[in-house]
């Protein structure tokens, strides 16, 4: 046997294993050309996520970005604009990046160049920790966001469209499952090391460090991805530039499904939503140190950890169902929430509360994101992959900057209220997502 043949022979098995089905070799919704390369190119994706949300673990707009931004000494007033620059940052402009990327009948490399660039604007990062300090350092790093935030858009609406094509339907929602159970470990062990106190007390050269090996992450998970065997696609619509991608708007009139999950999916976005103020809850009733950061921290990889497998699989089975479960359970959490606030808010104030509420929280936002991602693949085909994915995340950027105005109430009604708000969200938003199409059929 040749190393070669021992190579494919190993990697079938380590996939079958993977996928835990009889039926692996099931090619459903991809050219049976592309069938043979479905192990390969499963392994090559998993390890290029895995390597890509390691560095997304090392840089966490929520914990170490702002961290790094005080140890420089950068105003306060700057943190803010973290969440709101790295999530919308990604998704409005990714209808004029789809016009680039409908005329690429090879879409891989859209993905590769975009994890280049992040890992550019992430060594740029620590850089400026190491060299600068001030208002200049947090102007510099804020910069860098926004470049890093641009090119994972480039990221995202090539990654959906390879993924459709080299990756049959039934294995996608086990691929992400797979993908945020090892996200969880990552953030479970760092934040262990945390708290731990291996890793010090936290100091900028700790953090910028933490941003260069995030910077090597990138430059490895380009490299695999690199790797891929994708075959060559539709090309069609892409010579009419920014024309073409305004008028694929008119998605949202004509495909009734495609704006039915799109309004759920806004809705859902309770779940990432929620946590920033669970944090600031916390924040107000307990301690602020970083053993207690970390601790949500763990909360977080904890929940991703357990139930990562769990939800891919069921997506596999109907992601539709995943999306309504998970809204659910996020309102739930959202529900308890207030309801200690109002008849026992002491029981806020024990330790364990708030991270446990967190920890389930983590488990549902896990099951809204894997759920949507899976169905919006599984929705569409071809190009059609590829508009919804851009419309879909341009306008979710939208009304992310739009939600975080829910925050301006916060002084009326209190953390809990908002909390209140954004959990008669998640069950709107389940509620439409129970009258989706399945799609996974």
């Known amino acids: 046997m040749t190393d070669t043949s021992h190579?494919?022979?190993?990697?079938?098995?380590?996939?079958?294993?993977?996928?835990?089905?009889?039926?692996?070799?099931?090619?459903?919704?991809?050219?049976?050309?592309?069938?043979?390369?479905?192990?390969?190119?499963?392994?090559?994706?998993?390890?290029?996520?895995?390597?890509?949300k390691l560095g997304d673990a090392?840089?966490?707009?929520?914990?170490?970005?702002?961290?790094?931004?005080?140890?420089v000494g950068a105003p306060a007033w700057m943190l803010g604009w973290l969440v709101p620059i790295r999530e919308s940052g990604?998704?409005?402009?990714?209808?004029?990046?789809?016009?680039?990327?409908?005329?690429?009948?090879?879409?891989?490399?859209?993905?590769?160049?975009?994890?280049a660039l992040q890992a550019m604007a992430v060594s740029g990062i620590a850089a400026v920790a190491f060299f600068l300090e001030g208002s200049i350092a947090g102007w510099s790093m804020l910069a860098l966001v926004v470049i890093f935030s641009l090119s994972r858009g480039l990221s995202s609406v090539a990654s959906k469209d390879v993924l459709g094509k080299t990756i049959p339907k039934p294995r996608r929602g086990t691929l992400n499952g797979w993908a945020e159970t090892a996200a969880g470990l990552i953030t479970l062990t760092v934040a262990l090391l945390l708290i731990s106190g291996v890793l010090g007390e936290g100091s900028t050269t700790l953090y910028a460090s933490g941003f260069a090996l995030a910077a090597l992450m990138w430059i490895i998970a380009g490299g695999i991805y690199a790797g891929i065997n994708e075959f060559p696609?539709?090309?069609?619509?892409?010579?009419?530039?920014l024309k073409e991608a305004f008028a694929r708007l008119s998605l949202l009139k004509t495909d009734a499904p495609f704006r039915r999950f799109l309004l759920s999916r806004s809705l859902l976005l309770c779940s990432a939503l929620t946590a920033p103020f669970i944090v600031v809850l916390a924040h107000q009733e307990l301690d602020a140190a970083i053993s207690m950061l970390a601790l949500f921290m763990a909360a977080s990889g904890a929940g991703s950890l357990v139930s990562g497998r769990f939800w891919g699989r069921f997506a596999d089975v109907s992601s539709r169902l995943?999306?309504?479960?998970?809204?659910?359970?996020?309102?739930?959490?959202?529900?308890?929430?207030?309801?200690?606030?109002?008849?026992?808010?002491?029981w806020l104030s024990e330790i364990w509360v708030l991270p446990l509420l967190y920890f389930v929280l983590s488990i549902a936002h896990q099951g809204v994101r894997l759920g949507r991602k899976t169905y919006v693949v599984n929705l569409g085909e071809g190009n059609k992959r590829t508009d919804y994915v851009s419309v879909g995340n341009t306008l979710i950027g939208v009304m992310l900057l739009m939600t975080g105005f829910i925050s301006l109430l916060e002084p009326l009604i209190g953390v809990s209220g908002v909390i209140l708000i954004l959990s008669f969200m998640g069950m709107a938003g389940s509620w439409m997502a129970i009258k989706l199409p399945e799609v996974e059929r």
């Not at 991809?30 to 290029?48: D, M, R």
């Not at 696609?233 to 530039?241: F, I, K, P, R, Y």
């Not at 999306?323 to 606030?341: N, T, W, Y």
């Open 7 to 52: 190579r494919s022979g190993l990697t079938d098995d380590i996939y079958e294993k993977l996928v835990n089905d009889e039926d692996a070799r099931a090619c459903k919704s991809i050219p049976e050309s592309a069938c043979q390369e479905v192990p390969g190119n499963f392994l090559k994706t998993l390890l290029s996520m895995f390597f890509s």
């Open 58 to 71: 090392l840089v966490n707009p929520k914990i170490t970005l702002p961290w790094l931004m005080q140890s």
């Open 90 to 115: 990604s998704m409005l402009p990714q209808l004029a990046i789809a016009s680039v990327v409908r005329t690429m009948a090879v879409r891989k490399w859209m993905w590769v160049l975009g994890s």
């Open 233 to 241: 696609g539709e090309t069609d619509g892409g010579n009419n530039g």
């Open 322 to 346: 995943v999306m309504v479960r998970a809204g659910m359970m996020s309102a739930a959490v959202g529900g308890v929430i207030f309801l200690l606030g109002v008849f026992r808010s002491e």
